[in-house]
């Protein structure tokens, strides 16, 4: 059997080695086929919030699989979807009161980003199909949201001709994750110039644009970069004013990872259209909710069919996937992750705040996420073999080291990966 029939993500396949084999995890622990263990530091892409093989998440979906896998949403229904669309309604930002299931956080987007046209077209609107998005954003690797990411620096720049041309705006860049308002005077200079940059994209770009697109407070595959939630505020007024819908991706930010379960929840704003993934089935099935309001929803209801939402993933609503996701939002709130969470960006500040080295930058944390910024990528070079080495799972990407540990681990295992982060510089 070819060693390359299984092709990697984001890997030159050429020369490439994975030796680390997974053949069992348990809580914050992968165990490879060599005898060795690592406490995976990143939840598995930030999706593992429960840890693995979490009993009552395995049982869940045990059960389910007994009376049935799936069965597909055209013209039919099921408990599951119905009660995880009910739970999400309740336990997001108000407003958001109606739920399209799909199957991964890329899609969602897609589908939020189809909404939005969709949603101008119905309104009798002309020419609103185009985006207004940030600097250092991701929002997948799918063909349409692959545009709302970073022309210049984002994964994706090689699509650039390929791909439809959006407005690109730049945030803050100056914030430390507490403080709000934020009173530094550098940073008060930048959150006005971003507000402003943003504001005269608007004004000449708000006819054409069906929607404002954004990761709340933590921009993660653009480098776990940081901004203010004054930021997200005014964004909501000037959305409204120039009569932009704001779309919100919360598929990384989502169920806690900033320190309330929405990231918006801090920010005090409910958007038009939100999107949750990766947290929502803790790492077991791939499932992605795209929330709208009733106002966005109602523009698709009437007498002509063409006002229909013409999209439907097959997979989408998936009764697995979904019986998963109501037991990990039973446990998250019966066990006070918002607590663990707290808990976790405490540990992080006091062990990674103020790490000097000569090749870094800057060290961010918001809630459970972590990253060190350098100078020079190349400092990385072996460091993920080094981690490995020392029972942790870590994965750098261009100049940031980052953990996003699951919601479940210990102080001792947190102050380990601290440790290992901070090791390979020394």
């Known amino acids: 059997m070819s060693k390359k029939s299984l092709w990697y993500p984001y890997a030159q396949m050429q020369g490439m080695k994975v030796e680390n084999v997974v053949t069992g995890a348990e809580g914050v622990k992968l165990h490879f086929s060599d005898g060795t263990s690592v406490i995976d530091a990143v939840s598995s892409w930030w999706c593992v919030i429960h840890g693995y093989n979490h009993p009552e998440l395995n049982n869940a979906l045990q059960n389910q699989a007994e009376q049935f896998s799936h069965v597909m949403l055209g013209g039919l229904t099921h408990a599951p979807a119905q009660k995880l669309a009910q739970k999400l309604v309740e336990i997001t930002p108000e407003g958001l009161n109606h739920v399209f299931f799909a199957d991964s956080g890329s899609v969602g987007m897609e589908v939020a980003t189809k909404m939005a ?20 954003g991701y929002h997948g690797d799918t063909t349409g949201v692959m545009s709302l990411g970073d022309p210049e620096e984002g994964m994706h720049s090689l699509f650039k001709g390929f791909l439809r041309e959006q407005i690109f705006v730049n945030p803050p860049t100056t914030w430390d994750g507490l403080s709000d308002p934020v009173t530094d005077e550098v940073a008060k200079l930048d959150l006005e110039r971003a507000i402003r940059d943003l504001e005269e994209a608007l004004q000449k770009h708000g006819h054409e644009v069906a929607a404002m697109v954004c990761e709340p407070l933590l921009q993660g595959a653009g480098g776990m970069k940081l901004y203010p939630p004054e930021y997200l505020r005014a964004a909501r007024k000037l959305c409204d004013k120039y009569q932009v819908l704001l779309i919100i991706d919360e598929v990384a930010t989502g169920f806690g990872r900033t320190g309330t379960f929405s990231a918006v929840d801090r920010v005090g704003i409910s958007p038009d259209i939100a999107v949750y993934a990766k947290g929502l089935t803790a790492g077991y099935l791939g499932l992605s909710a795209t929330m709208a309001s009733t106002e966005v929803f109602e523009a698709f209801l009437g007498e002509d069919s063409d006002r229909a939402f ?59 996420m972590a990253a060190i910024q350098v100078k020079d990528p190349k400092i990385f070079a072996g460091m993920q073999e080094f981690a490995a080495q020392n029972g942790v799972w870590l994965r750098p990407f261009v100049d940031v080291v980052y953990t996003m540990p699951p919601y479940i681990i210990s102080e001792k295992d947190l102050v380990k990966i601290c440790d290992t982060m901070k090791a390979w510089f020394k």
């Open 310 to 368: 013409m999209h439907g993933p097959t997979f989408m609503g998936n009764a697995l996937a979904c019986s998963v996701a109501l037991k990990g939002i039973e446990i998250f709130a019966r066990d006070d992750y918002l607590t663990k969470i707290s808990t976790i960006e405490s540990i992080l500040r006091r062990e990674l705040q103020g790490f000097k080295h000569e090749q870094v930058e800057e060290v961010r944390v918001l809630g459970a």
């Open 117 to 136: 046209v969709q949603y101008w077209h119905n309104k009798g609107v002309a020419g609103k199909q185009r985006f207004i998005a940030l600097y250092r």
